[in-house]
């Protein structure tokens, strides 16, 4: 079975810190996708990244980046100089590539505070 | 281009009514897909449409149904609702259905519904 876990429930850094949100996935699946969602007080999910489990490129994206492992079935995300504006609740989550159906982390709310 | 958009954003209902909820996908998108979110169980998967046709379904009870229509908008409904059901309802649309490469879920703000 599928299966998501993000231990951190919730992460408070103060402004500029460096935080990192950890994803742990259990998959029987040789082909599947890694996705990282933003969750904003507003409710709309905004997608940050896919990453499918033929690519082990780490992969940065201004002040985002992301460490996937498969060796540990591990998929972090790292926000460098973190900004009040990135609190959030971030889901990771995973999709075998069969269908659409995303197997979602419980999430890590991120409190950045100033 | 325009968003994915769910109607209403808020909704109260009394147990045992029933609810239908609505969302128009981006433009081009053909494949729609429900999530239930609560506090208790997180994101959980409802149900994904493709032209019309319901291709995966979540494991929930049947009082939950839903419809993809010709212009790819959808409808979820909740029969009997009932206190458990108090939720955030989230629908995403995909250009394509199967998990490619080139394929992101875009999601709408949601439907909050409450029951009482």
């Known amino acids: 079975a599928q299966k998501v876990t993000q231990a951190q429930t919730e992460i408070s850094v103060v402004e500029k810190e460096d935080v990192t949100l950890d994803c742990v996935y259990e998959?029987?699946?040789?082909?599947?996708?890694l996705f990282w969602y933003k969750q904003p007080p507003s409710g709309e999910l905004v997608f940050l990244i896919r990453r499918n489990s033929f690519d082990e490129q780490n992969e940065i994206s201004g002040r985002y980046s992301w460490n996937f492992q498969k060796s540990t079935s591990s998929f972090n995300f790292t926000i460098t100089a973190s900004q009040v504006v990135d609190s959030a609740v971030y889901f990771c989550a995973l999709s075998d590539g069969s269908n659409y159906q995303l197997i979602w982390g419980a999430g890590t709310k991120l409190i950045i505070k100033p | 281009k325009a968003g994915v958009t769910q109607t209403p954003r808020y909704l109260i209902k009394t147990r045992g009514q029933q609810v239908t909820l609505s969302c128009s996908p981006i433009s081009g998108h053909r494949s729609v897909s429900w999530y239930q979110q609560t506090p208790g169980q997180g994101l959980q998967f409802l149900f994904e449409y493709f032209s019309e046709t319901q291709r995966n379904k979540g494991n929930f009870p049947g009082r939950f149904s839903g419809r993809q229509f010709s212009n790819s908008r959808s409808e979820m409904n909740v029969s009997t609702l009932e206190l458990g059901d108090s939720a955030l309802y989230l629908c995403?649309?995909?250009?394509?259905?199967?998990?490619?490469?080139?394929?992101?879920?875009?999601f709408g703000q949601g439907t909050r519904l409450t029951v009482v």
């Open positions: 998959t029987r699946d040789t082909t599947y996708y």
């Open positions: 995403a649309s995909s250009l394509i259905p199967k998990g490619t490469p080139n394929t992101e879920a875009f």
